[in-house]
């Protein structure tokens, strides 16, 4: 199976700063990676698919980079609604693995 | 608007069997990859199974093979998960999600409010 690793597990940041979490897969596959955002109690929201595309109705200060086995979210200008859990996903071949995801806090 | 609804959870003994439903809406159900995820209790998301628009391919993640079967019924718009020889480390909420687009290559876009199993004795 591959392997999704994701990086850090959590971080503290303030609202208008700019954030960056990593995953690395244990072997390339291509642009097949999404990012999900969870909050508490409520099911995972997809933010991008496809390593860079935004889904319909995020924000735009949502964005992602990345192929082969290197991927980044960046959230340009974090707001108080972005405090949550992200996960990305790899959906380029079975078993679907996802990252440990990462916590971000109010610092 | 698309809906996912699932039902089923609850409290099971070790060893025990389980049919999770989840009843979609809104969508053309027929037409989509549909996929199983959990997530146990303060623990990250786990992808369990995923079934083709007609029921004809069925990916599962390795702990879950041979004891969970997912299927669907498209002319009750619903999709199932059967589980057996549940154990403690199955205990989790179960998300239904839908596949973004028609193709296998495809990460889950919309996603139920999940459905709570607790293996206990």
């Known amino acids: 199976a591959i392997r999704i690793t994701q990086s850090p597990s959590s971080l503290s940041a303030s609202t208008g700063d700019r954030v960056t979490i990593t995953c690395r897969a244990s072997q390339g596959i291509s642009s097949y990676l999404a990012w999900y955002q969870q909050k508490p109690g409520k099911a995972p929201k997809l933010l991008i698919y496809?390593?860079?595309t935004l889904q319909s109705g995020v924000p735009s200060r949502f964005s992602g980079s990345g192929s082969g086995t290197d991927f980044t979210l960046t959230i340009s200008c974090l707001q108080s609604e972005d405090f949550a859990t992200y996960y990305c996903q790899q959906y380029y071949t079975y078993p679907r693995t996802f990252g440990q995801g990462t916590k971000v806090e109010i610092k | 608007e698309v809906q996912l609804v699932e039902s089923g959870g609850g409290l099971v003994q070790p060893g025990g069997s389980l049919r999770l439903s989840c009843a979609a809406s809104g969508f053309t159900f027929s037409n989509y990859w549909m996929s199983w995820v959990r997530q146990a209790p303060g623990k990250g998301l786990e992808w369990v199974a995923n079934?083709?628009?007609?029921?004809?391919?069925?990916y599962y993640v390795d702990s879950v093979k041979g004891r969970f079967t997912i299927s669907r019924d498209n002319a009750k718009n619903s999709l199932y998960l059967h589980m057996n020889s549940l154990r403690a480390e199955d205990a989790a909420v179960y998300y239904c999600a839908r596949a973004r687009s028609l193709g296998d290559s495809s990460p889950p876009d919309y996603w139920g409010q999940g459905t709570l199993v607790t293996v206990s004795s």
């Open positions: 496809a390593a860079s």
């Open positions: 079934i083709k628009q007609d029921g004809s391919e069925k």
